[in-house]
Nanobody, 126 residues
Framework: VQLQASGGGLVKPGDSLKLTCVASGGTFINYHVGWFRQAPGKEPEFVAGINRVGNTYHPNPMKGRFTISRDRAKTAVYLQMNSANPEDTAVYYC?????????????????????WGKGTLVTVSS
């Protein structure tokens, strides 16, 4: 599956932004999907994930400001970012893992995802 992330851009501190991830020519039925980000000079960081059955996971540093969701048809996965701050500046990637798993666990490590999109740049600056 080919993933395409979009919605990045330049935003001001305090602004909100919604990123979108779609699977070219397909859907996210039977996929776990996650969002990661990589800031300049830093290691990639897990932002949020949603598993095949709809469970979501947001690590503590992201809770409250980032929300992952998907549409009912499972054609897109979204990442809502609120109260943006300059530390959120990064390339945001969506990743997917094909699965038939119905367990509640939400993958959160890079090696748990096989498919990766090219990323969308988010810059938070006044």
């Amino acid at each position: 599956v080919q993933l395409q992330a979009s919605g990045g851009g330049l935003v001001k501190p305090g602004d909100s932004l919604k990123l979108t991830c779609v699977a070219s020519g397909g859907t996210f039925i039977n996929y776990h999907v996650g969002w990661f980000r990589q800031a300049p000079g830093k290691e990639p960081e897990f932002v949020a994930g949603i598993n095949r059955v709809g469970n979501t996971y947001h690590p503590n540093p992201m809770k409250g400001r980032f929300t992952i969701s998907r549409d009912r048809a499972k054609t897109a996965v979204y990442l809502q970012m609120n109260s943006a701050n300059p530390e959120d500046t990064a390339v945001y990637y969506c990743a997917a893992q094909q699965t038939t798993d119905s367990e509640p666990y939400v993958p959160r490590r890079r090696n748990e995802y096989t498919y990766w999109g090219k990323g969308t740049l988010v810059t938070v600056s006044s």
